[in-house]
């Protein structure tokens, strides 16, 4: 924005006037008596006199235009009624010019936040102003980042109370079948069945919303151990063994050194591979092998790789995937069933741990790839 100089109102303009017409009468009066003063000392002394006769001869009369004492003692005095005129003026000047920055910081405070100070003024009102423009641009980032976390903790509690009525709407569903009296016991079983299922649904949301926003909390603590990481992934998969066999998919596991050891929290660890192994299973269509591998990378840093090779993730949805709640199928709660927070809570771990997670994905191969400090910062 292109700065320009305090415009004085009419106001401003004659005050200026006014003060200098002031200061003018009483530079003329000070000069009057100065000169009066003079005289009269001049008169009263004539040793003084003959002493400023013998100054101008000396040192003066080389110059041929200045060549009384009175032309001397006029021009100094014309010279300092000019400084103190200008001083008078500037000074007043400043103060008009503060007048106006006030003004415009007060037009802010009333919450016009898009306006700035944008005036020309001298070197420390100009860093001032600056300093002001600067508080503003941070206060309204402040401001709008505020009303960002806002906005997506409205979302939040939209989507998770959407998805918590989904279930209870059929829970409350199928218990109102089961009070009918003439029920088959068939039936009755079956929704029964149907009611407990989705109470299990409501209850993993519960569950992930609570995790989320337990990670998501500024005093969300670690308990960091020293997990010998292969056998800990061969633990995992051995969990999901029974799921592997009905998939038809194999799960491999390798880590270079065989013997890695890392300093993290094995419970919310096993809680992120649990999550993308899962998410291999469900979304990872067409995937026969799953790959948990563990590496040193270099002398302080793993990375742990959870990867299948089903259809890849599209690139435009590759960058969103860690987003809460951000789901590639568009339907929540569809036949997948997830809600979209597991990656979002593997993000929160990681971070946690000063570490970083990302996904490439390809036509061969899927990858959730994390990288994590070999030695916990925080214990
Ligand atoms: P939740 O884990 O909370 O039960 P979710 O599995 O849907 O729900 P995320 O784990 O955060 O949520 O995954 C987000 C989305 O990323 C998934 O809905 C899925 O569309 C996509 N996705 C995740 N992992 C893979 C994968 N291995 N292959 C293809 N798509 C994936
Ligand atoms: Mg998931």
């Known amino acids: 924005m292109k700065k ?8 401003e303009k004659s005050e200026l006037i006014v ?6 009468i009483l530079l003329l009066l000070l000069n009057l008596s100065i000169v009066i003063l003079i005289h009269l000392t001049f008169l009263q002394d004539p040793n003084l006199k003959h002493g ?21 003692v006029t021009l100094i005095m014309i010279v300092g009624d000019f400084v103190v ?8 000047y400043r103060q008009m010019q503060l007048r106006h920055i006030i003004d415009e910081l007060h037009d802010i405070a009333e919450g016009n936040f898009d306006h700035r100070i944008n005036f020309l003024v001298n070197r420390n009102l100009q860093k001032v102003v600056e300093s002001i423009n ?50 088959s016991a068939e039936d009755q079983a079956k929704y029964l069945d149907i009611a407990y299922n989705k109470a299990n649904q409501m209850k993993s949301l519960v569950n992930d919303l609570f995790e989320y926003t337990k990670l998501s909390s500024t ?18 998969a051995a969990g999901f063994e029974l799921e592997a066999s009905n998939h038809n998919i194999s799960i491999e596991v390798t880590a270079r050194p065989k013997d890695l050891e890392i300093e993290a929290d094995p419970e919310k660890l096993v809680r992120v591979f649990n999550n993308l192994i899962g998410n291999a299973f469900k979304y990872g269509k067409t995937a026969t092998k799953i790959v948990l591998e563990a590496n040193l990378v270099n002398k302080d840093q793993v990375e742990l790789r959870v990867e299948n090779n089903g259809e890849p993730i599209e690139d435009k949805l590759l960058k969103r995937i860690f987003d809460r709640l951000y789901r590639v199928e568009t339907s929540r709660n569809s036949e997948t069933g997830g809600t979209g927070l597991g990656l979002a809570i593997t ?30 910062t925080v214990l």
């Open 4 to 11: 320009q100089r305090v415009k004085l109102t009419t106001t």
């Open 19 to 24: 003060e200098a017409i002031v200061t003018i």
């Open 52 to 72: 400023v006769f013998f100054f101008r001869e000396h040192f003066l009369l080389f110059n041929g235009e200045i060549s009384s004492a009175a032309q001397i």
């Open 85 to 92: 005129l200008y001083w008078r003026l500037t000074r007043r």
């Open 134 to 183: 600067l508080l503003i641009d941070s206060t309204v980032n402040t401001m709008s980042e505020e009303r960002a976390i806002e906005k997506s903790k409205d979302e939040l509690i939209t989507n998770i109370s959407h998805d918590i009525r989904t279930p209870l709407t059929s829970i409350i569903g199928y218990l109102g079948l089961l009070k009918q009296e003439n029920i």
């Open 219 to 236: 005093d969300a603590k670690l308990n960091i151990v020293k997990i010998n990481i292969y056998s800990m992934l061969e633990q995992i």
């Open 347 to 376: 993000k929160g771990v990681v971070e946690l741990h000063h570490g970083s997670v990302r996904c490439e994905s390809n036509k061969d191969w899927t990858s959730f790839i994390i990288r994590l400090p070999l030695k916990a």
